[in-house]
């Protein structure tokens, strides 16, 4: 195989690939009016919004901006969220489900608006989504998804043919979607909110909230300063402050893989997910020199499951099958958080807490998700109705089907976390050779190592800081999973994503 079709070593996104502004660090204490904690789509559209208004909004990101979720995306934006819109009839009903339709379509309108009178060049562009089923099992379901659509309102229609070498039994179109690149998007509004007065903080970690449900929370930060606020909002993908609302046991976190690669043929427009199992996600994107194919699929519950690069091979192996693959660019993952009724947690943390707010849990549609929370959550700090929100209200609760969710999230949680304690690991470290990791025997107890591809060895104790469970190695992204709450970690043993806030213990470096 040649090196240009020979698969990245290592994970990179494309969108990446974009020059982003760099901020300091926090080193003293402050006083604002809104303190976001997070710089991915949601913590700066909402800065954006909010500093329009007059708001005095300070950013506070763990790394550097736009690179965790929203810089590791497929970045579709579309309504069409997988088979989703029958099954919030059932449990919602038809009004709810409508507002649901309706409140990702503003922020698809909101992104084109936003476009055509910035003129921010995004690689925007309409499109229309087909969700399409390889199954008779699925192609029913298509059927009534189709049905929903109709009772709902939804410009859609079914077909028995995509522009692939794919053999499907059907597909639902929803039209007049749309998609972008969301970094170049998203760094246009963080300018225009640094303008309108909006600090920025890279590498300064929440830590904690101090609230004595009085009118000013603050901020803690891992370097110990404090930024004092009217309104905190949580736009971390997990929160990191969770426990006054057990988020949690009301979610679980799921990995997919995308790749990005150069092929011959001429990409026939459209955007394409598979209704059924393993998933696959198909669409391009224009860069210099031609058209970038992304690719992508393969979910799984974070920590759990086969060698991680196995989700890499099988996509490339359906996009040799497809489109064949000319040019190996790019490889990226990226992790989700999935409630228990499949919509969002958007709002107050709890119903005490009612200037303390998140916003998580966009399964994984973070596109639309992340710009209607934005506008939600500048709505709750202005004091504003909002249509919106009794529908992604962290408060609600369905019996049906959250009790039967929560049961059997928090039992797989139950089986990891016994699972870890008990299991024998015959793996010494210095088995390991250049660019391996795994789970070791450290000293009589469980641990884990990684040797870098220099031999340099590092060990870690992969016990998760959050609630005790013990970490996977993930091989695809040379990670520490945490199979309960999604929790990872560098193979140094920093945090990576949450509800985590504290490192592993690094045991031993050589």
Excluded at 244 to 272: H, N, Q, V
Excluded at 377 to 384: N, P
């Amino acid at each position: 195989m040649s090196s240009a079709k020979k698969m990245p070593q290592f994970p990179k996104p494309y969108w990446r690939e974009l020059e982003m502004p760099s901020f300091k660090k926090l080193m003293e204490d402050i006083s604002v009016d809104v303190a976001i904690v997070g710089a991915g789509i949601t913590g700066i559209t909402a800065a954006y919004l909010l500093s329009k208004e007059g708001k005095k909004v300070a950013i506070l990101e763990a790394g550097t901006v736009l690179n965790g979720t929203t810089g590791h995306t497929t970045a579709k934006l579309t309504a069409q969220h997988d088979i989703i819109y029958d099954e919030l009839i059932q449990h919602f009903g038809e009004d709810k489900a409508k507002l649901y339709y309706e409140s990702h379509t503003n922020a698809i309108e909101f992104v084109e608006k936003e476009v055509k009178e910035k003129q921010i060049d995004c690689d925007f562009s309409k499109e229309d989504a087909y969700l399409y089923a390889t199954t008779e099992e699925y192609e029913q379901k298509l059927k009534t998804e189709y049905q929903a659509y109709q009772k709902l309102g939804i410009d859609g229609a079914l077909t028995d043919s995509i522009p692939f070498d794919i053999s499907i039994k059907n597909a639902l179109i929803m039209r007049n979607q749309a998609q972008y690149h969301p970094l170049k998007f998203l760094k246009a509004l963080l300018e225009e909110a640094v303008k309108s007065g909006c600090y920025v903080f890279e590498h300064t970690t929440a830590t904690d909230i101090q609230d004595d449900e009085s009118d000013n929370p603050k901020v803690m930060t891992k370097d110990g300063h404090k930024v004092s606020c009217r309104h905190v909002i949580m736009a971390s993908h997990f929160p990191f402050y969770d426990k006054p609302g057990l988020y949690f046991a009301r979610m679980y976190a799921s990995r997919s893989y995308a790749i990005g690669i150069k092929t011959d043929k001429e990409y026939p427009g459209g955007m394409y997910l598979s209704a059924d199992t393993p998933s696959r996600s198909i669409r391009s994107t224009p860069i210099e020199g031609g058209t970038l194919w992304i690719i992508g699929g393969e979910g799984h519950k974070t920590g759990q499951g086969i060698n991680t690069m196995k989700h890499y091979e099988a996509i490339e192996k359906f996009a040799e099958e497809i489109c064949g693959i000319q040019e190996f660019s790019y490889r990226w993952s990226a992790q989700d958080l999935i409630t228990l009724d499949k919509v969002p947690y958007i709002g107050p943390i709890t119903s005490e807490r009612k200037n303390i707010f998140i916003a998580t849990g966009y399964k994984k549609w973070g596109m639309t998700t992340g710009i209607l929370a934005g506008h939600l959550l500048r709505d709750y700090v202005l004091e504003r109705d909002n249509p919106y929100m009794e529908l992604y209200s962290p408060q609600r609760f369905h019996a049906d089907p959250d009790v039967k969710s929560i049961m059997t999230a928090n039992l797989d949680v139950a089986k990891h976390l016994i699972k870890g304690k008990v299991e024998f690991v015959p793996k010494d470290p210095d088995d390991l050779q250049a660019g391996e990791g795994s789970t070791v025997t450290y000293e009589g107890k469980r641990a884990g190592a990684y040797r870098d591809e220099n031999g340099k060895l590092y060990v870690v104790d992969t016990t998760c800081t959050h609630l005790g469970c013990e970490c996977e190695w993930n091989e695809g992204e040379k990670t520490w999973d945490c199979p309960c709450h999604g929790s990872r970690y560098s193979y140094t043993g920093e945090v990576i994503e949450g509800p985590a806030v504290k490192a592993l213990e690094l045991l031993k470096e050589e």
